[in-house]
């Protein structure tokens, strides 16, 4: 009988965790989707609109897209991963 030591592949990293917690917020920038991403769901890198930095492969950040009322996946293609502090900060900045 041979050795069965082989393991399973890994699953893709996903941009979104299905179970993740969406919320709307509403500021004086319009009202937007968030989603938190983990480190462990960060599968590459993305630069951030608020400080124009990369947001690195396994760092924590936020997804947000602006909301149009309605489905929370309406407009989702136009969203932007965020450094949680320049999310927090973006309207602050010039």
Known sequence: ????????PLPEPRE???NGSRKVESA????WVTQ???????????RCPG????VAVGV????????FGGNMDDGVETRRHWH????VNRMNRR
Not at 36 to 46: N, R, T
Not at 84 to 87: E, L, Y
């Open 1 to 8: 009988m041979g050795r069965h030591n082989r393991r399973e």
């Open 16 to 18: 979104f965790n299905p």
């Open 28 to 31: 004086a920038d319009g009202t």
């Open 36 to 46: 938190q991403i983990s480190g462990s769901d960060s599968g590459k890198p993305y």
């Open 51 to 54: 400080c124009d930095h990369i």
């Open 60 to 67: 924590a950040h936020l997804v947000a897209w602006e909301y």
């Open 84 to 87: 949680k502090a320049c999310w």
